[in-house]
């Protein structure tokens, strides 16, 4: 499996090969974080991993970006989380020479689209990444919440986080194009429920813990 750095990328160029990266914006609750994901016969390894420090400014973010951009010369997309930071932040991450740069507004229909690819890519066993317990946490500790309007709400228990999750969601939603799409099974006139909807408040641990299986396999 590849291993997962969080750690700087002050390192020598690698390879030019089909790199895709996702960026969950945060600053006073949340970190922001960044994660690189290599894709290589529609199977992905995440090579790295960084999370920011609380308070880190966007501008520091962005000098980090350009130097990932550096070392990892061919990122085919750089998905970035724009809720709550507007498209700003993606026009600078251009202007400082990234490219290929798609900002995300994380709409609950949004939400569900990039954690339904996600899901499907853990399925098929497509992502590895060398054992990562705050990363697994992440996982293993979304709640999904099926809501009256038929939208699924995603969310995480009060003291944790799920910005390093968000960041590889993130990452795959951008690499997704040339692998099918997931579409729910349709019997007698109703969709089948993703693993996901469950009664209000709640999670399915035993599926959960299968996935981290999965990544850990």
Do not use: C
Not at 69 to 96: H, N, Q, S
């Amino acid at each position: 499996m590849s291993s997962v750095h969080e750690e700087g990328p002050g390192k020598p160029s690698v390879p030019e090969l089909d790199y895709y990266a996702g960026v969950d914006l945060g600053q006073k609750r949340d970190p922001s974080v960044v994660a690189l994901v290599l894709k290589k016969d529609a199977r992905y390894s995440l090579v790295h991993l960084h999370v920011f420090p609380l308070r880190t400014e966007y501008v520091d973010v962005l000098g980090y970006l350009e130097r990932v951009a550096e070392r990892f010369r061919t990122v085919r997309r750089w998905t970035i989380d724009e809720t709550g930071v507007g498209v700003p932040f993606t026009e600078l991450a251009r202007k400082i020479g990234l490219n290929n740069v798609k900002g995300e507004v994380l709409t609950l229909p949004k939400k569900q689209e990039i954690m339904t690819n996600m899901k499907q890519v853990m399925e098929q066993g497509r992502l590895s990444f060398r054992s990562n317990r705050e990363l697994e946490n992440e996982i293993g500790g979304v709640i999904a919440e099926l809501m009256a309007s038929g939208k699924t709400r995603f969310s995480h228990r009060s003291g944790t986080h799920d910005d390093r999750l968000w960041a590889v969601a993130l990452a795959l939603y951008g690499g997704r194009y040339d692998v099918p799409h997931y579409k729910p099974a349709i019997a007698f006139g109703k969709a089948i429920r993703p693993w996901w909807q469950y009664p209000p408040g709640t999670s399915n641990p035993r599926k959960m813990n299968a996935i981290v299986a999965i990544l850990q396999s």
